[in-house]
């Protein structure tokens, strides 16, 4: 069965760091979302994309936020500079470029900053 | 503003127990409407949706939901719970007709007991 794939699964960082999440879409999934989910939570949306464009990013907190999906295929999430605030589960999603579908998510990045 | 209400923070059920899990919605618009499922170290995964039609809605794993469109209600049921139903589950909706952003509650975990 295709899966959202995504890493690293864990990572630490120390505040003012730089951090970058990775994701990989089923295959043929022409949208991607980024999700965050706070511990107690349910998962917000950060960004959307439709192929290489940048859909939704009303949420993304562009001073220290950037995602990009320069092919249209992966995409990468930057925090630059982290801060303890940003400790969270960073979800990835994607789906079919059609109205009324579903999304399937990738396992996360628990992002930790010390 | 949209938003989604699970009403029940942790439930904590016996197994053979029947489970209900309410969810509300405020959205201004036709909606789809979904619950999701996340179990111990594992990604989200859909349980069941509704787009259109029937609005008595049957999933997974002996899950089923009904939308009642006069309450804004999208209650999640199942008539006997197992051990292996332990996980959090989250609602969802998002507006018809679009791959448009989930707006998600914040989840009701449910622990069974063997």
């Known amino acids: 069965e295709a899966e959202v794939a995504q890493s690293p699964r864990y990572k630490i960082t120390e505040k003012s760091q730089a951090v970058a999440f990775w994701c990989d879409p089923i295959?043929?999934?022409?949208?991607l979302y980024w999700y965050r989910q706070i511990l107690g939570q349910g998962p917000e949306l950060l960004v959307q994309?439709?192929?290489?464009?940048?859909?939704?990013d009303s949420q993304l907190p562009k001073d220290r936020f950037s995602a990009e999906r320069l092919k249209g295929v992966d995409s990468t999430l930057k925090i630059q500079p982290a801060e303890l605030g940003d400790s969270a589960m960073y979800l990835c999603?994607?789906?079919?470029?059609?109205?009324?579908?579903?999304?399937?998510f990738g396992q996360g990045t628990r992002l930790t900053v010390v | 503003a949209q938003s989604v209400s699970q009403h029940n923070h942790h439930v904590i059920l016996s197994e053979a127990a029947s489970l209900e899990l309410g969810c509300n919605y405020s959205?201004?618009?036709?909606?789809?409407l979904f619950w999701y499922v996340q179990y111990p170290g594992q990604h989200l995964q859909l349980l069941l949706k509704?787009?259109?039609?029937?609005?008595l809605v049957k999933g997974i794993k002996g899950f089923e939901a009904e939308f009642i469109k006069s309450k804004f209600s999208f209650n999640l049921r199942k008539p006997s719970v197992q051990w292996s139903d332990t996980a959090e589950y989250f609602c969802?909706?998002?507006?018809?007709?679009?791959?448009?952003?989930?707006?998600f509650g914040k989840g009701t975990k449910l622990s069974v007991k063997p």
């Open positions: 999603a994607s789906t079919w470029d059609r109205p009324n579908t579903e999304a399937f």
């Open positions: 295959s043929g999934h022409a949208t």
């Open positions: 994309f439709q192929d290489e464009s940048v859909v939704d």
């Open positions: 959205y201004g618009g036709t909606v789809n």
């Open positions: 509704y787009f259109s039609g029937d609005p």
């Open positions: 969802a909706v998002n507006l018809r007709g679009s791959q448009g952003n989930l707006i």
